[in-house]
């Protein structure tokens, strides 16, 4: 299983980016997709995540409103829409994978595949 991270890059304060995560190697899209990401100094932290079946999406406080997490289940792929870009939002953004559906979606350590990181800075 192979998660593909793309889209960061430098961004002024109030702007906006997307991330792309596309996932291979599975059978099928039965799986429950995170954003998580981490800045210099900083554990890991939970972004944003969908579910698989229903689309149900789960935000941080700290984005909620701002950001946007969807799915194409026909292309494997996990977006996060990102706007209204903030400094404290630099960090290297990475992508998970849940298979088992895990009631605890905020916690890093129940999702089995992740993606190599994208980084975002958000500066002027």
């Known amino acids: 299983v192979q998660l593909q991270a793309s889209g960061g890059g430098l961004v002024q304060p109030g702007g906006s980016l997307r991330l792309s995560c596309k996932v291979s190697g599975l059978t099928s899209n039965h799986f429950d997709m995170g954003w998580f990401r981490q800045a210099p100094g900083k554990d890991r932290e939970f972004v944003a995540r969908i579910g698989w079946n229903t689309g149900r999406t789960y935000y941080a406080d700290s984005v909620k409103g701002r950001f946007t997490i969807s799915r194409d289940n026909a292309k494997n792929t996990v977006y996060l829409e990102m706007n209204s870009l903030r400094p404290e939002d630099t960090a290297i953004y990475y992508c998970?994978?849940?298979?088992?559906?895990?009631?605890?979606?905020?916690?890093?350590?129940?999702?089995?595949?992740w993606g190599q990181g994208t980084l975002v800075t958000v500066s002027s």
């Open positions: 998970a994978l849940d298979p088992y559906s895990y009631s605890d979606y905020a916690r890093p350590t129940n999702y089995l595949y």
